[in-house]
Structure formats: structure tokens, C-alpha cells
């Protein structure tokens, strides 16, 4: 298994970023539709269809989102932590993604550059 981090600096204010990982009319606007989401500890989620899939697992708002993720037919979860903080006018997002197959980290990795958080960056951006 490997692990995944990677850092951004988003040019919103956080509860916009925040926002873009909770809400799904705002998760489909940057591509990850169709989308099933709630800001609420403990609900399941979908991400493009139900090709990604977990529960939310923590929240504090506009700080911490952790969740099990599924992909694809994966048998036991990976983990992954949005931690967000503030500087000035930019948003930091810190991703850790934890317990990601072997065979899957390279894509999974690249997959969250230009299919997820960079997605986010260019919306809010915009």
C-alpha cells in the first residue's frame, strides 16, 4: 500500500473551498458529478456516478474532512484528509491519502492533480 500528499494554495476564501468538497451542485460544476455529498459525519458519499465511494468519517467545518474512499473494486478502503487553513486570501489544502493499492497509486496520484484539486483551483479561480 502507499501514501499520497500533496499540497495546493487555493486563491478563495476557505469556506468557498470548503464548499467544493461538500457540495454536490458545486462538486459538479468542477467535474466530479454526478455527485452524492452531505457536510455530515457519517454519510456516504459518491463521486463521479459511484466510481468513487466511502463515508465521511470527521468533519470540522471548513478545517477537516476525512473519508474512507473506495474505487473501482477495491476491497478494503483507503483514507483521505482535506485539512484547510487560511493565509491572507489563499486557502492551503493539505491532501493525505493513506492505504491506496500498489497497482492504483500512480494513477490515483495523478488523478488528483487533474481531475480533483486542480478541477477545485480552476473553478474557485476563475
Known amino acids: 500500500m502507499k501514501n ?8 478563495a476564501p476557505i ?14 460544476q ?9 457536510s455530515r459525519e457519517g ?11 466511502g463515508t465521511n468519517t470527521k468533519i470540522v467545518d471548513n478545517k477537516v474532512l476525512e473519508q ?3 474505487s473501482g473494486d477495491w476491497v478494503e478502503a483507503s483514507e483521505v484528509k482535506f485539512e484547510l487553513s487560511s493565509d ?3 486557502t492551503i489544502v493539505k491532501l493525505t491519502h493513506t492505504n491506496v493499492p ?5 494513477d490515483i496520484d495523478q ?7 486542480n478541477a477545485i483551483k480552476e473553478l474557485l479561480e476563475s
Open 102 to 106: 500498489e497497482s492504483d497509486s500512480k
Open 68 to 70: 474512507n474512499w473506495f
Open 43 to 53: 454519510s456516504k458519499f459518491s463521486l463521479w456516478g459511484g466510481d468513487i465511494h
Open 30 to 38: 468542477w467535474g466530479g458529478g454526478p455527485a452524492k455529498m452531505s
Open 15 to 28: 469556506n468557498k473551498v470548503w464548499q467544493a468538497l461538500v457540495d454536490p451542485t458545486v462538486i459538479e
Open 111 to 117: 488523478g488528483w492533480k487533474d481531475y480533483y484539486l
Open 88 to 90: 491572507g486570501d489563499t
Open 4 to 11: 499520497i500528499e500533496q499540497t495546493y494554495k487555493i486563491k
